[in-house]
């Protein structure tokens, strides 16, 4: 049963001789033969072991009979036929990055740098191995597709909105991103997407067209200095109005101190008047009971008034030419 004539190829021949026991050491085949036996064991034992990873899904494929099993392995060591390999997925959240232009809802063509996390579900192994072979060739589907959804939604969208509406831009990317992954979002995994499941998405830079950006530079200046020339007129005006409070206050004042002066001056030239008026009244007595009492003329009156000048002046001084004749004493002997 260990001669050459066995049923084994004939490419082994040279290996099994050492199990021919027509040699004349017996033992010594056995020997060799225990151990060629034990080296198959090992290296079919060896091919036919093979080690997932606590993070991996795997499905076996045996590359011999061309068959893949139809569910997915997790981490662990796992047994299969010899020479089997694993077809290899994350078994956690895989992070892809996009850095494109799109074009938005009015034309324009908007820098984009979107970040989008997604899982391979366990269940679709098998679907995504028969239509894109392995991981690397899904993965980049993936990311063919994620970038689609991320253009669609641009589309939906004016390039002002990307400055007042970047979370519901945002949003709107998830949403698209679900539908192209996921397929039809009512039925779950279905065979419209590609056998991924979207988790997250997160808009991290937008870089809005130059042209665009200078326009709104421009408009926003303009605006400043329309602010600016407004609050200039405002305060310009305002100026203007407490100058003008000012002035009238002014003259105010000095209208209400003209009114007084020319009130006080009124006043002081009625009491003068009065005072004058008073004091010719006092005088004209004078002269009157004078002239009663003394007998006094015209001549007497002005000689009595000349008298009287001259009592009520101290140290009174006259410088007269010739003739002349100052004193009317004689006039006043004569009345008498």
């Given at each position: 049963m260990f001669s050459r004539s066995s049923n084994r190829d004939r490419g082994d021949e040279d290996g099994m001789a050492i199990c021919d026991f027509s040699n004349k050491n017996v033992k010594r085949g056995w020997g060799l033969c225990s151990v060629a036996t034990l080296i198959t064991v090992i290296v079919l034992i060896s091919v036919s072991l093979k080690k997932l990873s606590s993070i991996e899904y795997g499905v076996e494929y045996d590359r011999w009979a061309k068959t893949l099993d139809e569910a997915a392995e997790q981490g662990g060591l796992h047994v299969g036929p010899p020479g089997f390999r694993f077809i290899k997925f994350p078994s956690t959240q895989i992070s892809a990055e996009l850095s494109d232009t799109c074009v938005s809802k009015d034309g324009l063509r908007v820098g984009f740098a979107v970040t989008f996390q997604y899982q391979m579900p366990a269940g679709s192994i098998t679907s995504v191995i028969k239509h894109y072979r392995d991981y690397k060739t899904w993965s980049t589907i993936v990311e063919a597709v994620g970038n689609s959804a991320v253009q669609h939604t641009c589309s939906e969208f004016n390039v002002t909105d990307f400055q007042s509406l970047r979370n519901v831009i945002q949003d709107g990317m998830l949403d698209n991103l679900r539908i192209k992954l996921?397929?039809?979002?009512?039925?779950?995994?279905?065979?419209?997407?590609?056998?991924?499941?979207?988790?997250?998405?997160?808009?991290?830079?937008?870089?809005?067209?130059?042209?665009?950006?200078?326009?709104?530079?421009?408009?926003?200046?303009?605006?400043?200095?329309?602010?600016?020339?407004?609050?200039?007129?405002?305060?310009?005006?305002?100026?203007?109005?407490?100058?003008?409070?000012?002035?009238?206050?002014?003259?105010?004042?000095?209208?209400?101190?003209?009114?007084?002066?020319?009130?006080?001056?009124?006043?002081?030239?009625?009491?003068?008047?009065?005072?004058?008026?008073?004091?010719?009244?006092?005088?004209?007595?004078?002269?009157?009971?004078?002239?009663?009492?003394?007998?006094?003329?015209?001549?007497?009156?002005?000689?009595?008034?000349?008298?009287?000048?001259?009592?009520?002046?101290?140290?009174?001084?006259?410088?007269?030419?010739?003739?002349?004749?100052?004193?009317?004493?004689?006039?006043?002997?004569?009345?008498?």
């Open positions: 996921e397929g039809s979002l009512d039925e779950g995994i279905t065979e419209d997407g590609v056998y991924a499941l979207a988790s997250s998405l997160q808009l991290r830079d937008i870089q809005l067209p130059e042209l665009y950006k200078t326009a709104v530079s421009d408009k926003q200046r303009a605006e400043e200095d329309i602010s600016l020339a407004k609050n200039q007129r405002t305060q310009e005006s305002t100026k203007a109005q407490t100058e003008l409070l000012a002035s009238r206050e002014e003259a105010r004042k000095i209208l209400d101190k003209a009114y007084n002066d020319g009130n006080v001056t009124i006043i002081q030239a009625d009491l003068k008047a009065e005072e004058t008026t008073f004091a010719f009244q006092r005088e004209q007595e004078v002269l009157v009971k004078a002239k009663e009492q003394f007998n006094l003329g015209p001549n007497g009156i002005l000689a009595y008034m000349t008298n009287q000048l001259y009592a009520s002046t101290r140290n009174l001084d006259v410088v007269v030419g010739e003739p002349a004749k100052i004193s009317r004493k004689n006039e006043l002997q004569d009345e008498l």
